[in-house]
């Protein structure tokens, strides 16, 4: 596949939207439109016997969410431990005396260019969150496996990444035995 032409829709701080003219193999044209976005990273905090979510108010769905803390950090450089470990702090207070990363995930292949890089935060120590403002009416609890595995089952959380990101934290524990 060739990339013939390109042009971009949209900007902002958070996305580009661009639309590709590429040429098949068979010498035919298609448009690919998708977005450019900055790579995130999703925390799983656990003390060992519970996870840590954030709750916030999600414009496109029209609902409050319950997820797993995470985001994107501008800059050129995408260290996935540096913005767990500033995630966490800032979305719930919590600092991680260890930050492993269990793998990485693209939350829309067929739309996007960004991935999610999944870090399991342990040895957590709590403090005063440090919020953005846009972050003003964000909540966060504790929640046993059990009560995670029902919202997840339940449709209580939907977000693609938190539940991609346990599927991870699962598959770590099915091999290695341990969380920690």
């Not at 448009?31 to 060992?48: L, N």
């Not at 995470?70 to 996935?80: L, N, R």
């Not at 403090?127 to 846009?134: D, K, M, P, T």
């Not at 990444?161 to 524990?173: C, T």
């Amino acid at each position: 596949m060739e990339t013939v032409g390109s042009r971009e829709i949209y900007s902002n701080r958070w996305i580009t939207l661009r639309e590709d003219v590429v040429r098949q193999g068979d010498g035919e044209e298609s448009i690919y439109a998708f977005i450019r976005k900055a790579d995130f990273a999703v925390v799983i905090p656990w003390d060992g016997e519970r996870f840590h979510l954030v709750e916030q108010y999600r414009y496109p769905l029209g609902r409050r969410c319950w997820e797993f803390p995470g985001g994107a950090v501008a800059g050129e450089e995408f260290d996935p431990i540096a913005v767990a470990r500033q995630e966490l702090r800032e979305e719930t207070g919590l600092r991680a005396e260890r930050l492993t990363l269990l793998g990485k995930v693209s939350p829309a292949p067929a739309t996007s260019t960004q991935y999610g890089h999944v870090v399991l935060a342990t040895g957590l120590t709590e403090g005063a969150h440090e919020r953005e403002w846009s972050e003003r009416d964000m909540e966060s609890a504790w929640f046993s496996r059990d009560q995670l595995e029902d919202m997840i089952t339940e449709g209580v959380i939907v977000d693609a990444q938190s539940i991609a990101a346990y599927s991870l934290l699962l598959l770590r524990e099915r091999r290695t035995g341990v969380l920690a």
